[in-house]
């Protein structure tokens, strides 16, 4: 499924009150781990702040839907996030065989959008840059050996 099917089947299971909605768009639409989810709070700002590896505190942008689902869920439900391997059997229930792939989708989408290297990193709680570096793809830019002249015939 694509970014934007999967973004609104997320939001369809959170309006249907479906927990898994929540953790599939923390993940897609946020590019969280599974074991931050567990941490995941609403932050002012229209973000999420979330305890990545090395307990290193982040903020994510994430969309209204998602903040609004999560503030709910966590007054109402204190069990809501469970563990780790109930999240990951419940994502492969909804035929997402690799869950951890959500969150390569999102950081693909940063870059396809334009976002710098940078961004994507600090975004993804990377400590170092050449962990992001794998969702770079650079496009070779059309004709430059023309563009340069450095052609026989130009």
Request: aromatic share 4%.
């Given at each position: 499924?694509a970014?934007?099917?999967?973004?609104?089947?997320?939001?369809?299971?959170?309006?249907?009150?479906?927990?898994?909605?929540?953790?599939?768009?923390?993940m897609?639409?946020?590019?969280?781990?599974?074991?931050?989810?567990q941490?995941?709070?609403?932050?002012?700002?229209?973000?999420?702040?979330?305890?990545?590896?090395?307990?290193?505190?982040?903020?994510?942008?994430?969309?209204?839907?998602?903040?609004?689902a999560?503030?709910?869920?966590?007054?109402?439900?204190?069990?809501?996030?469970?563990?780790?391997?109930?999240i990951?059997?419940?994502?492969?229930?909804?035929?997402?065989?690799?869950?951890?792939?959500?969150?390569?989708?999102y950081?693909?989408?940063?870059?396809?959008?334009?976002?710098?290297?940078?961004?994507?990193?600090?975004?993804?709680?990377?400590?170092?840059?050449?962990?992001?570096?794998?969702?770079?793809?650079t496009?070779?830019?059309?004709?430059?050996?023309?563009?340069?002249?450095?052609?026989?015939?130009?």
């Open positions: 499924m970014f934007k099917d999967l973004s609104r089947k997320a939001i369809e299971m959170t309006q249907g009150g479906d927990r898994r909605g929540i953790w599939l768009g923390l897609l639409c946020c590019g969280l781990r599974i074991s931050e989810i941490t995941a709070k609403v932050a002012p700002g229209g973000a999420i702040k979330v305890l990545g590896k090395g307990n290193k505190e982040r903020l994510v942008p994430a969309p209204e839907w998602l903040r609004t999560l503030n709910h869920k966590s007054v109402t439900q204190k069990d809501w996030t469970k563990g780790r391997k109930l990951w059997a419940e994502m492969k229930k909804l035929r997402i065989r690799k869950p951890h792939s959500l969150r390569h989708t950081a693909s989408e940063l870059v396809r959008n334009d976002l710098e290297l940078e961004q994507v990193k600090n975004l993804l709680g990377h400590a170092k840059l050449d962990t992001t570096l794998i969702y770079a793809r496009k070779l830019p059309d004709n430059l050996t023309i563009r340069l002249g450095i052609e026989a015939d130009a």
